[in-house]
Antibody, heavy 121, light 113 residues
Framework: QVQLQESGPGLVKPSQTLSLTCTVS??????????WSWIRQHPGKGLEWIGY???????YYNPSLKSRITMSVDTSKNQFSLKLSSVTAADTAVYYC?????????????WGQGTLVTVSS | QSVLTQPPSVSGAPGQRVTISCTGS?????????VHWYQQLPGTAPKLLIY???NRPSGVPDRFSGSKSGISASLAITGLQAEDEADYYC?????????????FGGGTMLTVL
């Protein structure tokens, strides 16, 4: 059974960089075939896809956030990471990591439990 | 403002059938992209409920079913149970001139009366 777990600071100051890591267990990122995504949920609201990274390091980001996003993967630790720069209060949300088995016209079959990140001074 | 439109809430009594609609446009559902559904219980992560319009992952009861037509899709829940009280989200893929993204509905809160 694949499991994902987010980790990182729960509080980030405005204008700083939000950094989160997702640790995958029960399966290897380097086995390929899967796309590893970040998705966020603003308080009391819907879901927003942020971007994905492939085991090879290839990335694709949401065009609306692209200028502020950097994703990376560490196959030796079975982890992938998100950095979101120049954060504002509008970036306050629960951040989820999730697995997409196909990319493109596809879905998210495994999710982490989510981590709340609050942007505040 | 979500790309896919869902009713904010629906309700039904135990044992009844309810449906949740999801309306998109010609750049997502209407373009032939699949629709997927998630169930989110309070304080938990979304869980895949229906994938590729009408397929259930292993372990999801057959009380849950999905359909798609034109620019819309629907999730039906029959034999409503108290444990079905949750938020439900539809998801698809959107392709536009500025780029392609995975898109979600705003969510529908299901209340079991």
């Amino acid at each position: 059974q694949v499991q994902l777990q987010e980790s990182g600071p729960g509080l980030v100051k405005p204008s700083q960089t939000l950094s989160l890591t997702c640790t995958v267990s029960g399966g290897s990122i380097s086995s390929g075939g899967y796309y590893w995504s970040w998705i966020r949920q603003h308080p009391g609201k819907g879901l927003e896809w942020i971007g994905y990274i492939y085991y090879s390091g290839g990335t694709y980001y949401n065009p609306s956030l692209k200028s502020r996003i950097t994703m990376s993967v560490d196959t030796s630790k079975n982890q992938f990471s998100l950095k979101l720069s120049s954060v504002t209060a509008a970036d306050t949300a629960v951040y989820y990591c999730a697995r997409d088995p196909y990319g493109g016209n596809s879905y998210f079959d495994y999710w982490g439990q989510g981590t709340l990140v609050t942007v505040s001074s | 403002q979500s790309v896919l439109t869902q009713p904010p809430s629906v309700s039904g009594a135990p044992g009844q059938r309810v449906t949740i609609s999801c309306t998109g446009s010609s750049s997502n559902i209407g373009a032939g992209y699949n629709v997927h559904w998630y169930q989110q219980l309070p304080g938990t992560a979304p869980k895949l409920l229906i994938y590729a319009n009408n397929n259930r992952p292993s372990g999801v009861p057959d009380r849950f079913s999905g359909s798609k037509s034109g620019i819309s899709a629907s999730l039906a829940i029959t034999g409503l149970q108290a444990e079905d009280e949750a938020d439900y989200y539809c998801q698809s893929y959107d392709s536009s001139p500025i780029g392609s993204t995975w898109v979600f509905g705003g969510g529908t809160m299901l209340t079991v009366l």
